[in-house]
């Protein structure tokens, strides 16, 4: 069994910055692609980013350039630097674990999930 843990989180003001971290138990962390996605209030869960086993990235439209996945295999842990933060960008934010090596926005290909950690930015 996978788990999946997220932290750093938190209260933010519009245009500042924010490290996710997810950190994965397991010794196979490095041969999956690994996401984040994201839920508001109200809304659907949304792709955010994606990274490969290889370090490919893929970033939703709404966060490109602003957001940078990246991972740590020695330490089974997978980031997501959002910087020049948004008051939409307030929402729950999960990682997930890919069920293949290549990158997807699609939920369905994740079969792991992380509990969320809220992000809150303030206007």
């Known amino acids: 069994q996978v788990q999946l843990v997220e932290s750093g989180g938190g209260l933010v003001q519009a245009g500042g910055s924010l490290r996710l971290s997810c950190a994965a138990s397991g010794r ?20 955010v980013a994606a990274i490969s086993s290889i370090g490919s990235t893929d970033y939703a439209d709404s966060v490109k350039g602003r957001f940078t996945i990246s991972r740590d295999n020695a330490k089974n ?21 890919s069920k293949y090596s290549s990158l997807s926005p699609r939920g369905y290909e994740y079969d792991y999930w992380g509990q969320g950690t809220q992000v809150t930015v303030s206007s």
């Open 77 to 97: 842990t997978v980031y997501l630097q959002m910087n020049s933060l948004k008051p939409e960008d307030t929402a729950v934010y999960y990682c997930a674990r």
């Open 28 to 47: 196979t962390f490095s041969i999956y692609a690994m996401g984040w996605f994201r839920q508001a209030p109200g809304k659907e869960r949304e792709f």
